[in-house]
Nanobody
């Protein structure tokens, strides 16, 4: 069974930095894309950053130039480096993997349990 194990997050002051990581555990046959979403209280979940198998990335406009997504294919791990954090970055961050667990399975979304990021002085 595929599971996503997130680490990182916490409390940081405005202007500070945090790093998140998410590792895929269990047997996954193919990973098409890996990414991070976030959800603030009372708001919908939104895409923060995404990286596909070729290495192409895309970011939400609100984090461009401040956040960097990367992946280690050998470790089946995706990272999110967050710099120049702002109070509006406060949210629960969720890891997402789009992939399939066998040759015959259709691709589906897998989600991590979420990790809290709080930016406050």
């Amino acid at each position: 069974q595929v599971q996503l194990v997130e680490s990182g997050g916490g409390l940081v002051q405005p202007g500070g930095s945090l790093g998140l990581s998410c590792a895929v555990s269990g047997s996954i046959f193919r990973i098409n894309a890996m990414g991070w979403y976030r959800q603030a209280p009372g708001q919908e979940r939104e895409l923060v950053a995404r990286i596909i198998s070729s290495g192409v990335t895309n970011y939400a406009d609100s984090v461009k130039g401040r956040f960097t997504i990367s992946r280690d294919n050998a470790k089946k791990t995706v990272y999110l480096q967050m710099n120049s954090l702002k109070p509006e970055d406060t949210a629960v961050y969720y890891c997402n993997v789009e992939g399939s667990d066998s040759f015959f399975s259709a691709a589906r979304d897998y989600w991590g349990q979420g990790t809290q990021v709080t930016v406050s002085s």
